[in-house]
């Protein structure tokens, strides 16, 4: 037993088993292997190592983002004449990735709480017992007002009436607002930080360029209308009733070479608000909301309600940068390598079981042995079968 461990034990370390190679003239098995063997080389470089970039780390950016409206708008309604400037036309007014331009409206002015009839066409009675209780839209009084033949409710007077949408908008001019964009990106793995006020990109440059993708594509400075038809929208449309944009600050960097180009990209999807999509059912076309201004008038609270109508901008910033690391490499040449076991079992395949001569392949290919395990003083490490010494 114990020369039977240290038997065991000097075999594993000093002696090394390499697999048995048998060398095969066969045309069609030799182009077969080679072609596998192309297409392997062929995949690491054109899509591991070109394509993919599989010598390269990646990482992702942490972003800020900063926008600024700027723009006078005009309207003249019934007689009325009036300036909107930022104050009035954006929603919220902090500067933030997503927000509305109001482009259209409709205003309830002079509104105080208490009891009036509701619009023509909505709750209709004949009597009384047709105006019992309530619902989520309105809360009735259960009176039926004979004049108008709808039921008396509790709101803010008069009631809203926003069955006709201003056409065209209200505030065209709002084509020739502009937006200022301000972006920051880090790349935490890469320790890198840069901004879409790149190298070239000053006051000088920014007071007098408008945003153009062929000849000013790295000026931040965007008109409305532009940015309406870069998406695919026509701007009067959206303009009526609404609709959403994105605006995507696209950050893909190769940190291989100089940091000064990594520059962004800036490109435009409209997200609804299309008239000729294909869905021409939907229950809601546009994008709108409420807001309400309220005061005082002679010890009185009143309200002044606007139905508004506007284009919603979402700046999505998405980023990708890449630099060159041993380790991925590494993995990539690795993982190249250990597919090109592949055309070693395929060519097997073909030798054992495809071609005429597969039993010939087979007794070369491999050694038979008995299972009987020979004395170890014996002088014969192995006994071959009638099979193998043939």
């Known amino acids: 037993m114990k020369r039977q461990i240290t038997n065991a034990l000097a075999d594993f370390f000093f002696e090394y088993e390499t697999p048995r190679q048998v060398l095969v003239r066969n045309s069609k098995v030799g182009v077969v292997c080679r072609l596998i063997q192309l297409g392997v080389v062929a995949y690491i470089i054109g899509w591991v190592f070109i394509y993919e970039k599989g010598y390269q780390s990646t990482d992702t950016a942490v972003s800020s983002v900063f926008t600024k409206m700027k723009g006078v708008g005009y309207t003249s309604v019934n007689g009325y004449e009036r300036i909107w400037d930022v104050a009035d036309y954006v929603f919220p007014p902090q500067g933030d990735a997503s927000f509305v331009v109001m482009t259209n409206y409709i205003v309830t002015e002079g509104q105080t709480l208490g009891k009036c009839p509701e619009l023509k066409g909505h709750n209709s009675c004949s009597s009384d017992a047709d105006c019992e209780g309530g619902n989520l839209k309105r809360q009735m009084t259960g009176v039926c007002v004979n004049t108008t033949k709808t039921c008396e409710v509790l709101a803010w007077c008069p009631v809203e009436d926003d069955k006709i949408i201003p056409d065209p908008p209200l505030l065209m001019s709002a084509e020739n607002y502009t937006l200022f964009i301000k972006n920051s990106v880090t790349f935490p793995l890469f ?53 959403a944009i994105g605006i995507v600050v696209d950050w893909t960097c190769n940190f291989d070479v100089a940091v000064k180009h990594c520059i962004p990209k800036y490109n435009f999807h409209g997200l609804y608000g299309n008239p000729e999509e294909t869905d021409k059912t939907k229950a809601s076309v546009g994008y709108n909301f409420r807001y309400a201004r309220h005061y005082f008038e002679d010890k009185v609270q009143k309200r002044t309600l606007l139905k508004v109508f506007g284009i919603r901008l979402d700046i999505i910033v998405q980023s990708l940068a890449r630099k060159f690391d041993v380790i991925p490499t590494l993995m990539a040449i690795g993982s190249g390598v250990g597919i090109f076991g592949v055309a070693t079992v395929v060519c097997d395949l073909m030798l054992l079981y495809l071609l005429p001569k597969r039993e010939f392949y087979k007794n070369m290919k491999f050694k038979h042995t008995n299972s009987h395990v020979p004395d170890p003083d014996s002088e014969a490490g192995s006994v071959e079968t009638e099979a193998s010494k043939k």
């Open 191 to 243: 320790d890198v930080t840069r901004s879409n006020l790149v190298d070239g990109v000053d006051n000088a440059y920014i007071n007098k360029c408008y945003h153009d993708p062929e000849t000013d594509p790295l000026c931040p400075i965007f008109r409305l209308g532009d940015i309406v038809r870069l998406s695919g929208f026509d701007f009067e449309t959206i303009a009526r009733v609404g609709g």
